[in-house]
């Protein structure tokens, strides 16, 4: 035999050497899941070992985070239920709580690259991305709403806008209006291939925010987000968000659409992010509560698959975990 594979295999120091793929502390980022009150930190049901923050100790759970070598946060925010309508006209509240958080945030870790959800969902009394009517989530106005919001996270002192909503049109009318605002250097980070996924099912009880189930309302986000069938189309969202100006493209959830993560990877100018979602940690924490699979394991082999994929940057709610596994080696 010419070819011995396995000669580079055979010590930790060899297969070490020959990685293909490293990760790194700067490849990550943190959602980070905001709430009001004081003294407040409470453990989501369905993300074991994840919790949600009042904005008093948020301070140093975001510290924590820099001090370990995590670049970046991306910020999410429960709002209370009398303030959510159609419109989600909280979102624009100058002192509403993700513009508090975003302040906060900056003082404490100026340095730290913060990124901000823009989505109705959240502030939205049917749970939706955009704003109802007649039964449909309109795309126009929504995306008009949107951009409001993103000046709105800009003026707070954001660093990144990160669009969540999949409306068409919304990357190039954001990069208008940020601009316009005086805002050119505040990045948009698409999330270009959003696929409609029961991943998400733990994200939305950490933040109460999943479609109502109310007559005439859409029940799913199916008519916006993306079909799981479908990769051509998500190079084709991606390409058409990096046409209207964005910075970042993204891919979500991650480990069901790795060969989605490649191919826009492999045409994409810009870095190519993909979430890691709270259904796929979720699925890693219930079996190994069980002692059904090593989480430790089972974590590292997932995010090393999905940088493999060809993600440059990760976001995930293991961020503490790995940067602690990658510092330990
Ligand atoms: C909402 C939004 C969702 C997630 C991020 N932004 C959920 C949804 O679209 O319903 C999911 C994140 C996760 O599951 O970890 N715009």
């Given at each position: ?88 006209t ?25 990124m ?79 696929y409609?996924s ?23 986000k199916?008519t ?24 970042m ?13 490649r ?34 394991e ?32």
């Amino acid at each position: 035999m010419l070819h011995r594979p396995r000669r580079l295999r055979q010590s930790s120091a060899l297969r070490d050497m020959v990685a293909e793929t490293r990760l790194h502390s700067s490849d990550f980022i943190a959602p980070l899941f905001l709430m009001e009150g004081q003294n407040k930190k409470e453990e989501i049901a369905s993300m074991p070992g994840y919790y949600r923050y009042s904005l008093d100790l948020l301070k140093a759970e975001v510290q924590e985070f820099w001090d370990m070598g995590c670049l970046s946060a991306l910020l999410f925010v429960k709002v209370e239920d009398d303030l959510k309508d159609n419109e989600g006209t909280e979102a624009l509240n100058l002192d509403g709580l993700m513009q508090r958080g975003i302040r906060m945030i900056k003082e404490a870790v100026p340095e730290m690259c913060l990124m901000t959800d823009v989505a109705l969902d959240p502030y939205s009394e049917f749970g939706h991305d955009g704003i109802v009517e007649n039964g449909e989530v309109i795309n126009d106005a929504s995306v008009g709403f949107l951009c409001e919001m993103a000046i709105s996270h800009a003026q707070a002192g954001a660093d990144f806008v990160a669009p969540s909503d999949m409306m068409d049109g919304r990357i190039e009318a954001m990069r208008i209006a940020l601009d316009v605002a005086g805002f050119t250097g505040i990045g948009i980070m698409a999330y270009s291939a959003k696929y409609a996924s029961c991943f998400y099912g733990p994200f939305r009880d950490a933040l109460d925010s999943a479609p109502v189930d109310i007559v005439d309302i859409p029940k799913d986000k199916k008519t916006y987000q993306m079909n799981p069938a479908n990769a051509i189309e998500g190079v084709k969202e991606a390409k058409m968000d990096i046409a209207e100006g964005a910075d970042m493209v993204m891919i979500k959830p991650a480990l069901s659409y790795l060969d989605v993560i490649r191919q826009i990877k492999d045409v994409s100018e810009v870095p190519v992010t993909a979430y890691h979602v709270s259904g796929e940690y979720a699925m890693i924490k219930a079996a190994a509560e069980k002692g059904w699979l090593n989480e430790e394991e089972a974590m590292l082999e997932v995010l090393t698959s999905i940088k493999r994929a060809g993600a440059d940057l990760i976001a995930t709610y293991f961020v503490k975990d790995i940067i602690r596994l990658i510092n330990s080696k």
